[in-house]
């Protein structure tokens, strides 16, 4: 079935290094992938998205790469700061065209002072 | 939170009782939906809504029913709560299918 998983549970690195966390998805026809970040106690804030015509997107500090050849996915955050410290996870919009985003279950990213 | 709230924040209730959560948006979206936030499952979507009165059910429905009498508001009922349905419940709004949810701050739900 279609599934979305995470190859890390917990990161953890050094403020001011980047973090680069990773998200494998199983459905060559998903075309679209958003990653989202939780702090504790809120609810998902949106990141950033990409679509399956491009291999990169950037935003503010954060970069998005798609690998369709292997379906992988992963988030990179430049000059990470305690407050990156969150959950971190990705969704596809999977193979239905009803737009049900299939979510993955996230990675703790642990940001040491 | 992409100008969602949701309520109430916090719920304890009784095994057997109904129990709705409120959920309103001033952003005019379209597309409104319900999930449920659990350890080990991530976000899965229970109902969601396409317009007023249009809505349809996700992958958990069962025991949740929802409705939609206005653009802003989207309500879920459990009809009879149960110890399963105790979860962190968010809703999320979109302009249309193929956009990003917004997700808003949570309702934290817990069934005795």
């Known amino acids: 079935g279609e599934s979305v998983g995470l190859h890390l549970p917990t990161l953890s690195v050094q403020e001011g290094d980047n973090s680069i966390i990773n998200c494998a998805y199983s459905?060559?026809?998903?075309?679209?992938f958003i990653w989202y970040k939780q702090e504790s106690g809120k609810g998902p804030q949106f990141i950033i998205d990409i679509r399956s015509n491009m291999d990169k997107r950037q935003g503010q500090r954060v970069t998005v790469l798609l690998n369709k050849t292997v379906k992988h996915l992963s988030l990179q955050i430049a000059a990470t700061q305690p407050g990156d410290s969150a959950v971190y996870f990705c969704?596809?919009?999977?193979?239905?065209?009803?737009?049900?985003?299939?979510f993955g279950q996230g990675t703790t990213l642990q940001v040491k002072p | 939170d992409a100008g969602i709230t949701q309520s109430p924040r916090h719920k304890v209730t009784e095994t057997g009782t109904p129990v709705t959560l409120r959920c309103h948006q001033t952003?005019?979206?379209?597309?409104m939906y319900w999930y449920r936030q659990d350890p080990g499952h991530g976000l899965r979507l229970i109902h969601y809504s396409y317009g007023v009165k249009d809505t349809d059910k996700g992958e958990v429905s069962d025991g949740y029913s929802v409705s939609r009498s206005k653009t802003e508001d989207f309500l879920l009922t459990l009809e009879s709560a149960t110890s399963s349905q105790t979860s962190v419940y968010f809703c999320?709004?979109?302009?249309?299918?193929?956009?990003?949810?917004?997700f808003g701050p949570g309702t934290r739900l817990t069934v005795t």
């Open positions: 999320a709004i979109s302009e249309s299918q193929v956009e990003s949810r917004y």
């Open positions: 459905n060559s026809a998903s075309d679209y």
């Open positions: 969704a596809e919009s999977g193979s239905s065209n009803t737009g049900k985003l299939i």
């Open positions: 952003e005019n979206h379209r597309y």
